[in-house]
Structures are given as structure tokens and as C-alpha cells.
């Protein structure tokens, strides 16, 4: 967390200031800055932009006809959601 610090804020102040300040080496922090990612970070990415392009996929727009012929069968008398909850539990439909 330390090294993942100095490099959001490199720009913003001196490494070796902020080195010596969170008591680490500048060569620990320059050794993990040029290291290549892990095997792990990189099946970590990997399955993040899977699942990111999955969300999206199923963020597809809804055709304004399935919402204007809901709400025409609602309007008359079909399909309530109470309706479906009183048939599950034997209750009457409210008024």
C-alpha cells in the first residue's frame, strides 16, 4: 500500500521524500514500480473485463412496445404483480 502511495502521488512530491516519510527503501519502491505484474493481477484483469463485458451486454436497452403493451394489459385488468403474489397465497385481490 505504501509503494501503490508514492506512485499515485509522484507528481505531486519528491519520491525520496515520501520514502524516507513512510519509511521504506527508494530502491524497494523502484524495484516494485518497474516489476511486471503478476500472474495473478493479470488473471485478476483478465476476469474483471470478462465480467465487465458481461454487465454491459445485459444493459441492453428495453423496446418502448414491451413497456407500452405492459402497461395497456395492466390497464385492462390483465396481469397485476398482487395478482400473482393473492394466486400463490390463496389471498383475495385487493381493492
Not at 2 to 28: D, E, N, Q, T
Not at 63 to 86: D, E, K, L, V, Y
Amino acid at each position: 500500500m505504501k509503494f501503490a502511495f508514492i506512485a499515485k502521488h509522484r507528481p505531486i512530491w519528491p519520491v525520496a521524500w515520501m520514502c524516507a516519510a513512510l519509511g521504506v527503501s527508494r530502491s524497494g519502491f523502484h524495484a516494485w514500480y518497474t516489476r511486471q505484474p503478476s500472474q495473478r493481477t493479470r488473471d485478476d484483469e483478465a476476469i474483471l473485463s470478462k465480467a465487465h463485458a458481461s454487465f454491459v451486454a445485459r444493459m441492453k436497452p428495453v423496446p418502448m412496445c414491451s413497456i407500452t403493451s405492459s402497461a395497456s394489459t395492466i390497464r385492462r385488468g390483465g396481469t397485476r404483480p398482487w395478482a400473482i403474489s393473492a394466486l400463490s397465497s390463496s389471498k383475495t385481490e385487493p381493492n
